[in-house]
């Protein structure tokens, strides 16, 4: 079946360094990529997104990159600071499913002052 | 705008005890959302995926009978886990679609629903 794997599952940075969160994913049909950043206890929120007909988009300090021969995707966070702690989660989904979303196993992301 | 609204945020009730959560899209339509379930330090897991006017479609491994998702009206879905035991007790959280053209628009969530049960 449909499956997501994300990594590191843990990630500590300096303040001001540079982060990256990598996915892969096994349904060759998806085509589209969305990143959540959830802090404890509180809802995910979409960060960034990226469909299957674009390599990369960027967003200020936060970027995507999307390889689709390789089946991999990608987080790029530049100029890291405290508040991007929290968890991060990757996401694929294939359009002729209704928007379904098959998540990665999440990231948990520490940037240390 | 998008905004994703979930009650309650948090339940303990005893073991027995049949839970509703509400979810509700405050300012646009929801044809469809979305029921996860998320185990502490864990992932989202797809429960159900809720449409309206017909029944839900439930992952497979989700008792349907034991997870009852209601989409009665385009801005309100409910999931009522019945008669509630210890091993239920989890962290909900609904997501729902702005209706917008194109298959693939973004999924917005609700603040979950913390449910305890004793």
């Known amino acids: 079946g449909e499956n997501v794997e994300q990594h590191p599952s843990t990630l500590s940075v300096q303040e001001g360094d540079s982060a990256v969160i990598k996915c892969t994913y096994s349904d060759s049909a998806s085509n589209y990529f969305p990143w959540y950043k959830q802090e404890l206890g509180k809802r995910p929120q979409l960060i960034i997104d990226?469909?299957?007909?674009?390599g990369e988009k960027k967003d200020q300090r936060i970027a995507v990159t999307l390889n689709k021969t390789a089946k991999h995707f990608s987080l790029h966070i530049t100029e890291t600071q405290p508040e991007d702690s929290a968890v991060y989660f990757c996401a694929a989904s294939r359009g002729n499913q209704g928007g379904k979303l098959i998540f990665g196993q999440g990231t948990e992301l520490s940037v240390k002052p | 705008g998008a905004v994703v609204s979930q009650h309650p945020s948090r339940v303990i009730c005893k073991s027995g005890t049949s839970v509703k959560i509400e979810c509700r899209s405050l300012d646009f339509q929801a044809t469809t959302m979305f029921w996860y379930r998320q185990f502490p330090k864990q992932s989202l897991m797809l429960m159900a995926t809720s449409n309206e006017g017909s029944k839900a479609t439930y992952e497979q491994g989700v008792e349907k009978d034991k997870f009852l998702i209601n989409h009665a009206s385009l801005t309100l879905s409910t999931l009522t886990v019945t008669s509630a035991h210890p091993e239920d007790s989890s962290f909900y959280i609904c997501?729902?679609?702005?209706?917008?053209?194109?298959?693939?628009?973004?999924?917005?969530f609700g603040d979950g629903t913390r449910l305890s049960i004793l």
């Open positions: 990226i469909r299957s007909n674009v």
């Open positions: 997501s729902a679609r702005v209706p917008q053209p194109g298959s693939n628009q973004p999924q917005h």
